[in-house]
């Protein structure tokens, strides 16, 4: 009969710990949905939908090659057969624009998720030893890198590694890790003090083990809102760099380096600098958007309201 | 407060230290080798030697490092690869046009953004909010390169209102503002929406504040309570925001004196850049540094001048 009871007790405690622990798509789900709700959010996760279409099936969706040349048709306005029209070299505009997003996004997700991965960590070690030597050291890196004009930085970077998309996305989340770097280390500092974190270290826990579990899954929220708004910044730089000849290589096809040829040929197309500028524009707005719709869905706070 | 602003001003010095360093070791790593593109393909082997004894180019990276700063720290930040001319009279002929080009765009940008933001939210029902809208959708929507393609693209081409290349001829005033019209509006376009909402919002944050509705129940005057009593605790966010915001500046002053080739500090760096002219990338970047670095400090302290509620430890 004892053992009964115990086994009911394994099962109610296995059943409970089942309900507790909510799944990645759950979580995904629900978060998704109260973006939605927030003013704007919806027309910004659809416009970023689109991007992120655009950027994984540019082959399938594209009218044509982006660098196929049709050069009878340079300079050519819009037509059926180039919905945008083309440019000097007769390329198809709407094509590259479309290989252009994937570029763009490529990139920025690239450096967002590195700078954040390497930000968070520093961050999180940082925090967690708070008033040791190492933390010190952390505080002095992130200041070191923070007083820099990011873009100078980023162009300088570019230009010793040589301009590649790797390098791009490399040099991108070198400037960029202080900033979620200290975000991290911040929240570090407060959730580090709560009960279940003194818990787990009066448990005997590893000290591994209680950053991987405890600490850094509670200090996410705010780094993920960051990552959406920095996802913008970062496609403007990618295209700033590109734009100077600092970022990926000429034939492929990038918003910035279609606004380089187009500033080439500001007397002859005006469309070549209007198209890649609409097309950055409604990336921002979207990137913006969606990202105020995730701070205000990830704070609780503001779900209230 | 006065413990927290020597700690902030001592700091300056180990992050100035590791700045030199990054600074450095970038441009040791910098592809290409100066004496071959200061002698060109015909130099003999013993001029490339004699060359590289002089710039300390044959010392171990350490010595080299030791060089270098004891360089800057004597002001010599160098000498041009390319043209030969000391690199500090290269920026101290380019940073006038920076700085010219970066105070005019944020001055009036901080100006028109607190004074749109305060309005809205002071009037709650006039048009104005919609205009703040408007500048801060464009302000997100229109990086500041782009807003200068643009604005190059109408005003200088379609419609030719106004110059297009350069910074104006020296000491001729009217020739240097007309000149500075288009780069500062592409600057400080993006300025002036994210400065009125953060003052709108700020502002509509104060007005609603305790001490405020003491005010509005001793029957102060509206002017009154709006301008004096809350603008000030209103305008602190934007005050932070403004010293952080040099470092952006300074990067969007890259592009836009790119795209019009005006000869600043940003055209410098990257013209260096494109030739290869290590020196010059090395002492720009470390200026435009210092001056980012320097712009936050008295941002700092003035955020601790005016909001003395906060605390510093």
């Excluded at chain 1, 997700?109 to 030893?129: E, K, P, Q």
């Excluded at chain 1, 979620?180 to 590893?206: F, H, I, N, P, Q």
């Excluded at chain 1, 913008?232 to 034939?251: C, H, K, N, Q, Y």
């Excluded at chain 2, 003491?214 to 934007?238: D, E, G, H, M, Q």
Aim: glycine share 10%.
């Amino acid at each position: 009969m004892k053992t009964d009871t115990i086994n009911q007790t394994k099962a109610g405690m296995k059943s409970t710990q089942l309900t507790l622990k909510r799944k990645w798509s759950d979580t995904l789900r629900v978060t998704l949905r109260s973006v939605v709700k927030v003013k704007g959010g919806l027309w910004g996760g659809i416009f970023v939908g689109i991007m992120l279409v655009c950027a994984i099936g540019a082959q399938w969706i594209s009218p044509s090659d982006p660098n196929a040349q049709d050069i009878v048709h340079r300079f050519a306005g819009p037509s059926l057969k180039h919905f945008l029209g083309t440019d000097y070299l007769g390329r198809d505009i709407l094509s590259r624009i479309i290989y252009g997003c994937r570029i763009a996004v490529m990139v920025a997700f690239g450096a967002v998720t590195l700078s954040a991965i390497v930000g968070v960590f520093l961050g999180v070690m940082g925090g967690y030893n708070e008033g040791k030597k190492i933390d010190y050291f952390i505080i002095w890196l992130f200041d070191i890198v923070r007083s820099f004009p990011q873009i100078i930085l980023a162009l300088a970077i570019v230009a010793v590694l040589g301009p590649s998309l790797l390098n791009v996305v490399f040099a991108l989340a070198f400037t960029a890790f202080p900033f979620y770097g200290r975000l991290a280390r911040a929240k570090t500092l407060s959730v580090k003090e709560a009960d279940y974190v003194k818990a787990a270290e009066a448990m005997g826990l590893k000290r591994i083990k209680i950053i991987l579990r405890h600490i850094t899954p509670n200090i996410l929220a705010p780094v993920i809102v960051c990552l959406g708004m920095d996802m913008a910044t970062m496609i403007i730089w990618e295209s700033g760099l590109s734009f100077l000849g600092l970022g990926v290589r000429p034939p492929t096809a990038s918003w910035g380096i279609m606004l380089r040829n187009g500033y080439k040929y500001i007397l002859t197309s005006p469309l070549m600098i209007l198209w890649p500028s609409v097309a950055i524009a409604v990336a921002m707005v979207a990137f913006s958007l969606f990202s105020e719709g995730l701070r205000v869905a990830l704070d609780p706070k503001e779900r209230e309201r | 407060m006065l413990k927290y602003i020597i700690k902030r001003t001592l700091w300056v010095i180990p992050t100035l230290v590791g700045v030199l360093i990054i600074l450095f070791s970038l441009t040791y790593l910098m592809p290409g080798d100066p004496a071959s593109i200061m002698l060109g393909p015909r130099a003999t082997p013993e001029l490339v030697e004699d060359l590289n004894k002089r710039m300390h180019l044959d010392r171990a990276m350490p010595v080299r490092l030791g060089y270098y700063l004891l360089g800057v720290a004597k002001g010599d930040l160098g000498t041009s690869v390319w043209s030969g001319h000391k690199v500090s009279s290269l920026i101290a002929d380019a940073l006038p046009h920076t700085i010219l080009l970066a105070i005019t765009s944020l001055g009036i940008a901080a100006l028109i953004g607190i004074l749109l933001g305060t309005f809205a939210a002071v009037r709650r029902e006039s048009p104005i909010g919609g205009v703040v809208t408007i500048f801060s959708l464009l302000g997100v929507a229109v990086p500041d390169f782009v807003a200068a393609l643009l604005l190059m693209l109408l005003f200088c081409v379609q419609i030719p209102l106004l110059p297009a290349l350069g910074a104006g001829v020296e000491g001729d005033l009217v020739d240097i503002a007309v000149h500075l019209i288009l780069p500062a509006t592409a600057l400080g376009i993006g300025w002036v929406g994210y400065l009125s909402r953060l003052n709108q919002e700020s502002m509509l944050d104060v007005l609603d504040s305790d001490y405020i509705r003491t005010a509005r129940a001793f029957a102060v005057p509206k002017r009154a309570i709006a301008y004096r009593y809350a603008l000030k605790n209103a305008v602190i966010p934007s005050i932070t925001v403004i010293g952080l915001g040099v470092g952006k500046l300074l990067g969007g002053a890259v592009f836009v004196e790119i795209i019009f080739s005006r000869p600043g500090l940003g055209k410098l760096i990257v013209d260096a850049v494109y030739a290869r002219d290590f020196p010059v990338v090395q002492g720009g970047i470390l200026v435009a540094t210092i001056l980012f670095v320097f712009a936050n400090l008295i941002a700092d302290i003035s955020y601790a001048f005016v909001d003395p509620r906060i605390q510093y430890d």
